[in-house]
């Protein structure tokens, strides 16, 4: 059994920066896994944000939000952090952490967290 916990969402306004955290608790090793982040918006799919590799550390970004997230985990607290900066009103949604294998999509995920909001607005 594997149990995600999201914290740190928040209301923001556009150029502000949030710090989301999930926190992986697993009865087995994680190490073929990936961990990361998903949002959904109101009114659209959910979509892959960023993720990083348990294996090798290696990072993904998706391209609207290259250069302005950064992804980093603790294994020592079995913790990914996603910092975001510079935050545009199209960041606003509900972000899920999820644990996974293969391509970054919503198809390949195996564990989801219950998801916090995210809201950025003047």
């Known amino acids: 059994q594997v149990q995600v916990v999201e914290s740190g969402g928040g209301t923001v306004q556009p150029g502000g920066s949030l710090r989301l955290s999930c926190a992986v608790v697993s009865g087995f090793s994680l190490s073929r896994y990936a961990i990361g982040w998903f949002r959904q918006a109101p009114g659209k799919e959910r979509e892959g944000v960023s993720s990083?590799?348990?294996?090798?550390?290696?990072?993904y970004y998706a391209s609207p939000v290259r250069g302005r997230f950064t992804i980093s985990r603790d294994d020592a607290k079995n913790t990914v952090v996603l910092q975001m900066n510079n935050l545009l009103p199209e960041d606003t949604g509900v972000y899920y952490c999820a644990v996974g294998t293969g391509p970054w999509q919503a198809s390949y995920i195996d564990y989801w967290g219950k998801g916090t909001l995210v809201t950025v607005s003047s």
């Open positions: 990083i590799s348990s294996a090798d550390g290696g990072s």
